[in-house]
């Protein structure tokens, strides 16, 4: 692909196909199956973001490999980003929607234990795959991810979500991921924001509030952190509140996301253009996701007890 990494970030729309050769065959029956504890499930439902601790451990190297792929040749993969200001230190990258294109990550979404921890924790009844999101910071990056929820960035609706964060090395808390305990249940939507200055996108006259001053509050809200070790997993709700501190990141922070839909979620036809931008995607506000895109990779069976 022509051009530079900062020329694609101006365009999101400018970058490589990230359905590749189309959805391969997937076997159901293949995915294993993981028992996820009732008291992991109701923190995750009562909290909007639970640690287990080691669940991807045998991963690591694995997700590792395709993040090296990712970001040698970023403009070969979909959707890369250089969210570092000018004359900032560090650098911190991201990618996402490359599943079909990093034979690592299909090997994770496909053959790990994700499909069926991610639909136990929603207590759904079967669990879609939304997409995937690799990220890095660099040594000496200071760049803080603003607060912000998913959920407005992407579009969808409804209850039934989870991203699964697995750590790929170790880190503080200083610089970890941040959560607000119980936000995604308050019952709002928030603005996005960008990711280089913090700054509100325009939603167009869609009802959504800015995003309340964290920071300059600490005592009116409960926040979330674990120091992380590689295989460590962060599972969180997409209107859960999160974002990290403006901390200097002392070694390597990667990690990389996946991200679930369960029953109740459908297709939302936003006033933004949507991270990822599914500008083709052919569908009404209100419709199913369609499987073709974003498979079915986990159903509920009778050893499944919902919390």
């Not at 991963?59 to 040698?72: A, P, Q």
Request: charged share 25%.
């Amino acid at each position: 692909m022509e051009g530079s990494l900062d020329t694609v970030m101006a365009a999101n729309l400018d970058t490589v196909d990230w359905k590749g050769s189309g959805l391969p065959e997937i076997n159901l029956n293949l995915i294993p199956e993981s028992d996820v504890e009732p008291d992991v499930i109701s923190r995750f439902q009562e909290d909007g973001a639970v640690l287990m601790k080691g669940l991807y451990s045998d991963w690591v190297d694995t997700l590792r490999g395709g993040l090296h792929k990712n970001m040698e040749s970023p403009l070969e993969y979909a959707f890369p980003c250089d969210s570092t200001p000018a004359g900032a230190p560090g650098k911190y990258f991201d990618s996402y929607c490359n599943w079909l294109l990093i034979p690592e990550y299909f090997d994770f979404v496909t053959r790990s234990s994700a499909a069926s921890v991610a639909g136990q924790l929603m207590n759904a009844n079967e669990v879609q795959f939304f997409h995937d999101h690799a990220f890095c910071k660099e040594p000496g990056t200071q760049q803080a991810t603003p607060w912000h929820q998913d959920h407005p960035y992407y579009c969808v609706d409804g209850q039934q979500s989870v991203s699964l964060y697995v750590a790929l090395d170790s880190t503080l808390a200083e610089v970890a991921l941040r959560f607000v305990r119980g936000s995604h249940r308050w019952g709002k939507l928030f603005h996005p924001v960008s990711f280089l200055d913090g700054e509100n996108f325009d939603t167009d006259g869609e009802v959504q509030e800015a995003v309340p001053d964290i920071e300059g509050n600490p005592d009116q809200f409960e926040i979330l952190v674990w120091d992380l070790e590689p295989g460590d997993c962060i599972a969180f709700h997409f209107q859960t509140l999160h974002g990290t501190t403006d901390g200097e990141v002392i070694g390597r922070r990667r990690a990389i996301s996946t991200r679930w839909l369960g029953d109740d979620i459908f297709y939302c036809d936003r006033q933004i253009e949507t991270s990822p931008p599914y500008s083709d995607i052919g569908l009404k506000h209100g419709d199913r996701m369609r499987e073709d895109w974003f498979p079915v990779l986990w159903r509920r069976n009778s050893s499944h007890r919902k919390i």
